[in-house]
């Protein structure tokens, strides 16, 4: 089982970036990973997915060209780099694996990391 | 992008009760479909997978069926730690979309 750590959210003024960073507790080598992020007191948003060796890259249109996936199977971890961040970006954000099936689904979720927007 | 339609949004039951949530997606995703619970303050976690399949360690009271458009979770004779928010997803194509969330609420 993998257990997922994410860190790195915190308050940040409109414009500015923050890098996100999930820590796998097994190995995430063989796992497509995932961004969802949910506003308060909102829903969940996928934002993200990178395969399992990063030839495959998807975003959502909310963050496309402004945020960066990128994993390190080396060290179990999973990025987002967030720039040009704005109001609506304000959310906890998780990371969640998905092994390789079919039908895939987000088999494994982190705590969460809150980011703030605000000025 | 396919657009995952839940109902009710908010259900009232209680302990021993039956219920049922319904997932519309607004073209077919054969059985790419999946079912989450989420608890206040606390990550999704998965339920159901390949619309019907029931995740390792879920209780058999969870339920559920559908293929195409048409999606149902059930949950048989409600526990208390049942009361929560359930979303449906869908991972046929990109980008993965969730439906709104059921609040299932203790009457």
């Known amino acids: 089982e993998v257990q997922l750590v994410e860190s790195g959210g915190g308050l940040v003024q409109p414009g500015g970036s923050l890098r996100l960073s999930c820590d796998a507790s097994?190995?995430?080598?063989?796992?497509?990973m995932n961004w969802v992020r949910q506003a308060p007191g909102k829903g969940l948003e996928w934002i993200s997915y990178?395969?399992?060796?990063?030839?495959?890259?998807h975003y959502a249109d909310s963050v496309k060209g402004r945020f960066t996936i990128s994993r390190d199977n080396a060290k179990n971890s999973l990025f987002l780099q967030m720039n040009s961040l704005r109001v609506d970006d304000t959310a906890v954000y998780y990371c969640?694996?998905?092994?390789?099936?079919?039908?895939?689904?987000?088999?494994?979720w982190g705590q969460g990391t809150m980011v703030t927007v605000s000025s | 992008d396919i657009q995952m339609t839940q109902s009710p949004l908010s259900l009232s039951a209680s302990v021993g009760d039956r219920v049922t949530i319904t997932c519309r997606a607004s073209?077919?995703?054969?059985?790419?479909l999946s079912w989450y619970q989420q608890k206040p303050g606390k990550a999704p976690k998965l339920l159901i997978y390949?619309?019907?399949s029931l995740q390792s360690g879920i209780p058999s009271r969870f339920s559920a069926a559908g293929a195409g458009t048409d999606f149902t979770l059930t949950i048989n004779s409600l526990q208390p730690e049942d009361f929560a928010t359930y979303y449906c997803?869908?991972?046929?194509?990109?980008?993965?979309?969730f439906g709104q969330g059921t609040n299932l609420e203790i009457k």
């Open positions: 990178i395969s399992s060796g990063s030839s495959s890259i």
């Open positions: 390949a619309a019907s």
């Open positions: 073209q077919s995703i054969k059985n790419y």
């Open positions: 997803q869908q991972s046929i194509i990109f980008p993965r979309t």
């Open positions: 969640a694996s998905s092994v390789l099936a079919l039908v895939t689904r987000f088999d494994y």
């Open positions: 097994g190995l995430i080598r063989g796992y497509t």
